[in-house]
């Protein structure tokens, strides 16, 4: 979309053409000189296809055999007579960009509606034409494909002007993922073309298409031309460490192909088990290569490349893999399923490895045709988003996948686009998000599945569940266990987010250290800037007093100490106590231990300081029970904080009867606090009802009796 750009023939620092490898059946590079000569022979026959776009026309075919070229041709006029005296830097008329850009769509399948849109996708911009005359002329698809990627004016947005067009261009691709196919292409051509602008230029075109346009292509699914911007991108940015990984893909290509004679034996094992399959050998490009190389050391043979076995049906990949595994030797570890998990960019294929004698590892890649297209075409492979899919593409799809045209995180960068609130809040925003390129999916309790970046935390599922509705989250459990909110989610956890009931909740400082995703950030954030003076999330509002032991109820303690349950002695002694450590409260089982001072400390028989009473040399005294019902015993209540806790758990203690003695609240850990109350209860069979009543109480996710001395 650039008038500067110009031929990387120029003097100057140059990007790659090309990657070195081709992943696609494809005719040579167009000569757009040429073309750009052919553009300016005049007017062509109105009823007859220019031969300037014969390329586009005959790409287009090759996907679309049935295809109606006349808005193509119409298409091509317009953008060639609007054109006409433009010209890029190279000295090409101006018409050899869109010309190009319609042609690398045309090569990964784009429908007709895309391509119009490609060849007029400058015309708003840089001409006379308005969107008004294409709708008129192209339709109302055309209109807002166009409109999509039409930049935003500097004279109008200033500093901000780029930020916002992305931000126009995600929302248009919100609505119809088209309008970043397009952009993609336009950017892929312009990084070709890319060599004579100033070295700084280059630079900060190369970090922006790395930081922002390669994880769209990456989500999107288009790695056709992922790969090829990332070399591009790579020869900018990197030039030392592209060229010593050129020279060692040069070296690799100059000696024998270990690969080739896997392929060949790969060959032989499908041949001999009857299965149709096409056997080739996908070289590595270069960023793919340098990864490696960073991870592996020293580079082999079979780490320049991977094997691509492409058959005819979901069945005979599975078929595939039980040959290779049958009669190579496999390494499991390697293996992934991403047909019956496919990810969340479209990608579906097996992954697998074999060993060799030499103790070298091939790769190797198991797909169908079709996989094989919509992995390299991604979300242009899918033709027109407004024709609804056959029954049996969408059967058996959930909710992350049931649109492919609006993937589950392209629905939440709209979300959280809306509260940036400014355009360089948006920017960083933007790159930090796009920056984690690996999605897991997690399951609710209902059967839905929540997808997330991968490193998110339960945080961020609840903001991706209920909105600026989380504030009110006041725990999870990750699983079927109690799990603190920051805990790190993985990909197949089953999640349940358990919230409170008060709309006044609030939100705590300590998530944005455990927020990972923007819409979790800039919700809590928003809520935070709205109520600068709010301590948030306190652990409770009940007025209370500091104390050693943690915060203390100011009404907690009664006068009188009500008695314990009575506890009978086989024989006469001294006075007796009930441990503080394990509560006990009929009808547990007692033993008694005799103490300093003639009395009786009595404890639960599986208390932990039963077995130290013993190798203490304690007497141990034979008790009971007497009659009397009342007892003492002491509760710990484990919960997430949230306001008014601690006063609904004293209304719960009191409704069912039970009188506190004394009670300790300690101060939140990650969320989390710790209620210690001693209780009076007229009757030790009340016991299990107060304990439920209790762990009712909401953001109250454990009730235990103490097992250990109390504070």
């Known amino acids: 979309m650039s008038a500067e750009a110009t031929n990387p023939a120029t003097p100057g620092p140059v990007a790659p053409a090309a990657p070195t490898v081709a992943r696609r059946k494809s005719r040579p590079r167009i000569d757009l000189r040429r073309l750009g000569r052919a553009a300016l022979l005049g007017p062509a026959v109105r009823s007859k296809l220019p031969d300037a776009i014969g390329h586009v026309a005959e790409a287009h075919r090759a996907h679309h055999p049935d295809a109606d070229l006349d808005p193509l041709r119409r298409a091509y006029l317009l953008a060639e007579s609007s054109h006409r005296g433009q010209m890029r830097k190279s000295g090409e008329p101006y018409i050899t960009h869109p010309l190009a850009v319609t042609l690398i769509l045309a090569e990964l399948g784009a429908e007709t509606t895309t391509l119009t849109a490609s060849l007029l996708h400058d015309t708003v911009e840089d001409t006379e034409v308005t969107l008004d005359q294409v709708g008129k002329e192209f339709g109302e698809e055309v209109r807002y494909l166009v409109d999509g990627v039409t930049k935003l004016e500097k004279v109008?947005?200033?500093?901000?002007?780029?930020?916002?067009?992305?931000?126009?261009?995600?929302?248009?691709?919100?609505?119809?993922?088209?309008?970043?196919?397009?952009?993609?292409?336009?950017?892929?051509?312009?990084?070709?073309?890319?060599?004579?602008?100033?070295?700084?230029?280059?630079?900060?075109?190369?970090?922006?298409t790395h930081d922002v346009l390669i994880p769209l292509a990456e989500r999107l699914g288009v790695q056709a031309l992922k790969t090829e911007l990332e070399d591009l991108v790579f020869a900018i940015l990197l030039p030392e460490e592209y060229a010593?990984?050129?020279?060692?893909?040069?070296?690799?290509?100059?000696?024998?192909?270990?690969?080739?004679?896997?392929?060949?034996?790969?060959?032989?094992?499908?041949?001999?088990?009857?299965?149709?399959?096409?056997?080739?050998?996908?070289?590595?490009?270069?960023?793919?290569?340098?990864?490696?190389?960073?991870?592996?050391?020293?580079?082999?043979?079979?780490?320049?490349?991977?094997?691509?076995?492409?058959?005819?049906?979901?069945?005979?990949?599975?078929?595939?893999?039980?040959?290779?595994?049958?009669?190579?030797?496999?390494?499991?570890?390697?293996?992934?399923?991403?047909?019956?998990?496919?990810?969340?960019?479209?990608?579906?294929?097996?992954?697998?490895?074999?060993?060799?004698?030499?103790?070298?590892?091939?790769?190797?890649?198991?797909?169908?045709?079709?996989?094989?297209?919509?992995?390299?075409?991604?979300?242009?492979?899918?033709?027109?988003?407004?024709?609804?899919?056959?029954?049996?593409?969408?059967?058996?799809?959930?909710?992350?996948?049931?649109d492919p045209t609006r993937p589950g995180w392209l629905s939440r960068l709209l979300d959280w686009q809306r509260g940036a609130p400014d355009p360089d809040t948006f920017w960083s925003t933007l790159r930090d998000d796009l920056a984690q390129d690996r999605e897991i999916t997690v399951v609710r309790p209902d059967g839905g599945t929540l997808g997330l970046p991968e490193g998110a935390t339960c945080v961020d599922a609840a903001y991706a569940?209920?909105?600026?509705?989380?504030?009110?989250?006041?725990?999870?459990?990750?699983?079927?266990?109690?799990?603190?909110?920051?805990?790190?989610?993985?990909?197949?956890?089953?999640?349940?987010?358990?919230?409170?009931?008060?709309?006044?909740?609030?939100?705590?400082?300590?998530?944005?250290?455990?927020?990972?995703?923007?819409?979790?950030?800039?919700?809590?954030?928003?809520?935070?800037?709205?109520?600068?003076?709010?301590?948030?999330?306190?652990?409770?509002?009940?007025?209370?007093?500091?104390?050693?032991?943690?915060?203390?109820?100011?009404?907690?303690?009664?006068?009188?100490?009500?008695?314990?349950?009575?506890?009978?002695?086989?024989?006469?002694?001294?006075?007796?106590?009930?441990?503080?450590?394990?509560?006990?409260?009929?009808?547990?089982?007692?033993?008694?231990?005799?103490?300093?001072?003639?009395?009786?400390?009595?404890?639960?028989?599986?208390?932990?300081?039963?077995?130290?009473?013993?190798?203490?040399?304690?007497?141990?005294?034979?008790?009971?029970?007497?009659?009397?019902?009342?007892?003492?015993?002491?509760?710990?209540?484990?919960?997430?904080?949230?306001?008014?806790?601690?006063a609904d758990l004293t209304e719960a203690i009191a409704v069912e009867g039970a009188e506190i003695v004394s009670a300790i609240v300690e101060s939140p850990n990650q969320q989390r606090v710790r209620h210690t109350y001693t209780l009076q209860l007229p009757d030790a069979a009340e016991l299990p009802a107060l304990m439920r009543a209790m762990r009712d109480v909401p953001g109250v996710y454990d009730v235990s009796r103490v097992q250990a001395p109390a504070a």
Not at 163 to 183: C, H, Q, Y
Not at 248 to 264: Q, R, S, Y
Not at 524 to 548: S, Y
Request: proline content about 7%.
């Open 156 to 208: 109008d947005y200033g500093a901000a002007a780029e930020p916002e067009t992305f931000r126009k261009m995600l929302v248009a691709t919100g609505n119809d993922v088209r309008v970043m196919s397009i952009k993609l292409a336009d950017r892929l051509h312009n990084m070709r073309t890319l060599g004579v602008m100033r070295p700084e230029k280059q630079a900060r075109i190369a970090k922006v």
């Open 244 to 402: 010593r990984t050129s020279e060692l893909i040069a070296e690799n290509a100059a000696g024998e192909d270990p690969l080739a004679e896997v392929a060949d034996e790969v060959r032989a094992v499908l041949r001999e088990a009857d299965i149709p399959a096409e056997v080739l050998i996908r070289p590595r490009h270069s960023v793919s290569v340098h990864r490696v190389s960073r991870k592996r050391g020293p580079l082999r043979g079979t780490d320049f490349g991977r094997l691509l076995v492409l058959v005819n049906d979901d069945a005979d990949c599975y078929a595939v893999l039980g040959e290779l595994h049958t009669c190579l030797t496999p390494v499991v570890s390697e293996f992934k399923d991403f047909i019956a998990v496919p990810k969340f960019n479209l990608y579906q294929s097996l992954h697998t490895a074999v060993a060799r004698p030499d103790g070298q590892v091939v790769e190797v890649l198991i797909r169908t045709h079709r996989m094989h297209q919509a992995a390299e075409a991604g979300v242009i492979a899918l033709g027109n988003p407004y024709t609804p899919p056959a029954e049996e593409q969408t059967a058996g799809l959930d909710g992350e996948r049931a």
């Open 465 to 646: 569940q209920y909105g600026e509705d989380a504030h009110a989250c006041i725990g999870a459990r990750v699983n079927g266990r109690l799990a603190a909110l920051g805990t790190v989610l993985r990909d197949g956890d089953t999640v349940q987010l358990l919230m409170g009931q008060d709309p006044a909740s609030e939100p705590s400082r300590e998530w944005l250290e455990h927020a990972h995703t923007p819409a979790a950030r800039i919700a809590i954030q928003r809520w935070l800037a709205a109520h600068p003076g709010a301590d948030a999330r306190p652990p409770d509002t009940t007025d209370t007093t500091e104390g050693p032991g943690g915060t203390r109820p100011t009404s907690s303690a009664p006068a009188a100490r009500p008695r314990g349950a009575d506890v009978l002695l086989d024989e006469p002694g001294g006075p007796v106590r009930l441990g503080g450590c394990c509560t006990p409260v009929p009808p547990d089982d007692i033993v008694g231990f005799a103490v300093r001072g003639g009395a009786v400390t009595v404890h639960r028989v599986e208390c932990s300081m039963v077995d130290e009473m013993k190798s203490g040399g304690r007497a141990e005294i034979a008790v009971r029970w007497g009659d009397t019902a009342a007892c003492r015993v002491t509760l710990v209540a484990e919960s997430f904080s949230r306001p008014h806790l601690l």
